[in-house]
């Protein structure tokens, strides 16, 4: 059974464990996501739990609305950046994370 034909709470569930078993959190923040409760949610519960967070800007207005903790050196501005090229800064930013610890 895929995860389309699967039970939500059994897909949140999954999401759920994913989440806390996550050593690095990607938060990915648009114009209406950046105020969203459940973006916002993750983003304090990865904050509690102690983990790094990435936060990936697909306009500006999402990085300028974002909480002052996500516009920091690893936020990635994904604006005009091809999903390939935004790929490999996310992989740029956790090889930097892994080595400043």
Not at 44 to 71: D, H, N, Q, T, V
Request: proline content about 5%; aromatic content about 2%.
């Amino acid at each position: 059974m895929d995860e389309s034909t699967q039970p939500r709470a059994e897909v949140e569930t999954k999401l759920e464990a994913g989440s806390r078993s996550a050593g690095i959190v990607l938060l990915v923040l648009s114009d209406r996501s950046v105020g969203s409760p459940n973006v916002n949610f993750e983003m304090g519960a990865a904050i509690a739990g102690g983990k790094p967070i990435i936060p990936i800007f697909l306009s500006e207005k999402a990085r300028r609305e974002s909480s002052g903790i996500l516009r920091n050196d690893r936020g990635i501005r994904a604006v005009g950046e091809s999903p390939a090229r935004v790929a490999d800064r996310v992989v740029d930013a956790i090889h930097q994370l892994r080595l400043a610890s």
